[in-house]
């Protein structure tokens, strides 16, 4: 047996998994103690399931035909070097990716700025961005501050915007223990979620008035002086501000926007701030507006007017993808260096330069993920190299997505199966599966940990850093000369002074190490003064708002056995007969209007497009229909980004037809 990080969700268990006959069993040690969720427990399945990507592939014509290894990444890097010299290297853009260890995502942003390009992204873009904006500008840094096992000591757990009953499964027993301890569980959603079955107060808000809440519940807290005044006085800025800024989000205010009862949101006020201390967890419900940043800032208000920090508290942005936390850490962003370093932070930038073997390296933001299809479409950028990740399915308003990847000179795209994507390249380069190769990954606890090789690769397949390497090396850049995996991990380790005297056969041997620490902010936050900010927002309305041609509000969400773009999960024969139907749901009195009934195919249709499927009755506040995200629902979703560059997958204008 042999201990391999889960490739799915970033609450980061372990498995165990048998080399003879790849069954998995559940590590027993931390983070997962003896538990797996379905998705981990089938997680080999895909790996052996038919369409696996067996050689490099080449497009001749309409035709997608087997090359060599040699051929494919020679005409691939004279055709960059050739786009480089016509129209500068930021013609160029590489998308990394959460799905592939610390190592290779370090590769993949290596290339690109010694190429000479910031235009190095992963789906976090997406996902949490927002939250790494909005807690850099709040605490100073940018990730989840407290280790999964504080959970259990909190005396209370606020679940903000995020379901972890579905995405989550295994951080629903921390949940759960706190709760069998005493912990008041509070779950805000705009529908009946799974995840609320456990919660003592259920709040079912209208889409995008969160902020509201999170204003109203600081303006209780403040009226009734319920907050920490040694806390707020000594370690945090912008007290008065906030004060002010909430003034007008009275309960009774805020139960006309939300839909929330005034009572409600004290009593759920009172409760969270006598608790005495309290976690605050959130997801995609917050981040995926153009509010996202606002969204995030108003919630962490909440747990530093409390002080629910450190021994007493913690954010909580639980992580989507098994490695997007890694993939931030090593750098595969374009705006920041490893480590969430600016890229303006000259000291930091001309050290990594010299540990590559360069002066300096480019210092421009590079375009976020979802900033390159209008830049394509721009004729400013011309090659993209992709590295598991499959946007013609995941970014908002996909039929734009699509027309810009048709626009390419060059589409590369490297992944285990030919994906939606994938049928847009150039190349395609056939990827070894998680369990196929060894490599470090981090948790949404900021967790590093070994995943150890279990098998051969599939095929004619390579490891992602073994083809990186290829690559890096036929570009003519310099260091790409490694010997193993475990040089590239010594070569990260270097660049983080709280890995400097860690040794490799001390992260294979463990549950892993914390980077920087267990805990952050304990006593002093990583600002320049060291205080925290408190930063007053207002609500900001969603980009679409409904209208008599689009009258209902189109929210997306996520299903237990179906992951993402599905590649994985529709792959496991397993999962599959799990999976149910995913379905439209549609308030009571809306599908009564409409003439729709329970099991009813319905057509969906926003200003981008429109999709059918069945619909399930209730579950969600008049007005609202919420779509699983997987598969289609992105022909529908609004484009519009937020500060931190997410697209409002959570809030589109839509109108609903029974059809059929
Ligand atoms: N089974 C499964 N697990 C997964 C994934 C998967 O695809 N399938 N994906 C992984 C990834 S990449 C991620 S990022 C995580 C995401 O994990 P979550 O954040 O839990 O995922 P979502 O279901 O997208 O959104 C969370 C909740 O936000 C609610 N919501 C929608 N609009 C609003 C709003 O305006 N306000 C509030 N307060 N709530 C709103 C939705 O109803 C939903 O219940 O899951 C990870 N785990
Ligand atoms: N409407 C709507 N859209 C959303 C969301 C939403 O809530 N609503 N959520 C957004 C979020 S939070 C996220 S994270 C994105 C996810 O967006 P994506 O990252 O594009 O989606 P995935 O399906 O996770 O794609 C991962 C790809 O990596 C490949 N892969 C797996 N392992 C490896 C490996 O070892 N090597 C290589 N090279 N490839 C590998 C898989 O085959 C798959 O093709 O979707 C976003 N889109
Ligand atoms: S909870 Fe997440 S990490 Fe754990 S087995 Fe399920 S998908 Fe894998
Ligand atoms: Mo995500």
Redesign the pocket.
Known sequence: MKAVVCP???FGCRLLVDEKTMKVKPYPGEPNRGKLCP?GLHSTEFVRSGGRLRRPLKRVGSAMVPVSWGVAIEEISNKLLEIRELYGADAVAFLASSKISNEENYLVQKIARLFGTNNIDNCARL?HEASVHALKLAVGTGAQTNPYEDLEAFNAILI?????A???PVVMDYILRAKRNGAKIIV????E?RTMAFADYKLV?R??T?ITLANAIANVIIREELYDEDFVRSRTDGFSEVRMGVMKYTPEYAEKVTGVSAETIQEVARTFARAGSGALMW????TQ?VSGVENVLAVINLALLLGYIGERGGLYP?R??NNVQGAAYMGALSEFLPGYIPLTDERFRKRVASLWGVEDLPTERGLYLTELWDAIERGDVRALYIVGENPAVSEADFIHVRKALRKLDLLVVQDLFMTRTARYAHYVLPASAFCEKSGSYMNSERRIQWSHRVCEPYGDSKPDWKILMMLGKALGLPGFDYSSIEEITAEYFRLFPELEERSVEELKNSDGIFLPRKRLHTWEFATPDGKARLIAVEQIEPWERPDKEYPLVL?T????????TGEMTLRSSSLVRLMGEPKALINEKDAKKLGINDGDWVEIETRRGKIRMRAKVGGVPEGVI?VP??FKANKLTSPALNKAGTPEF??SACRVKRFG
Not at 160 to 164: A, C, D, H, K, S
Not at 188 to 191: N, P, Y
Not at 283 to 286: H, Q, S, V
Request: proline content about 5%; hydrophobic content about 25%.
């Open positions: 799915y969700c970033g998705k996902c903000w915007g995020y379901n972890p579905e995405t989550h805000v959603d705009v529908r979620t808000i889409p995008g969160d997801g995609m419900g917050l507006h639980m989507g993808q929210t969400v996520r299903k237990i056995s179906h992951y993402n919420a995200f997987h959570k809030f």
